[in-house]
């Protein structure tokens, strides 16, 4: 059974970094993009980074674009976002999630999230000006 989960999540200010975890296990790691997505209170779920198993290509959306760096870790099945200047606009909260690895362009396959089929169960970042 495929399992997410995120950590590193708190209470930050505004300026500040924090790294967000997201282990995974129960599926074939290294053949799935990874991708990060955030919900801000009282807005829809939006897809921000993602990364691709085959050759690490990453992508950014531009509103975390030069902040925010996604990277993974094939030998520990997990995958990592380095938050850096971060902004209240940033509180929200973020999940990561697994899709089989295929040739759809990055910025498309967030937009679809219900095609990605495991989820973690969120972890909550808060950023106070």
């Known amino acids: 059974q495929a399992q997410l989960a995120e950590s590193g999540g708190g209470l930050v200010q505004a300026g500040g970094s924090v790294r967000l975890s997201c282990a995974a296990s129960?599926?074939?790691?290294?053949?799935?993009?990874i991708g990060w997505f955030r919900q801000a209170p009282g807005k829809e779920r939006e897809g921000i980074s993602c990364i691709s198993s085959a050759d690490g290509s990453t992508y950014y959306t531009d509103s975390v674009k030069g902040r925010f760096t996604i990277s993974r870790d094939n030998v520990k099945n997990t995958v990592y976002l380095q938050m850096k200047n971060l902004r209240p606009e940033d509180t929200g909260v973020y999940y990561c999630?697994?899709?089989?690895?295929?040739?759809?362009?990055?910025?498309?396959?967030?937009?679809?999230?219900?095609?990605?089929?495991?989820w973690g169960q969120g972890t909550q970042g808060t950023v106070s000006s």
């Open positions: 129960g599926f074939t790691f290294d053949h799935h993009v």
């Open positions: 999630a697994a899709i089989e690895e295929t040739n759809t362009a990055r910025q498309a396959m967030l937009e679809d999230m219900v095609a990605f089929g495991s």
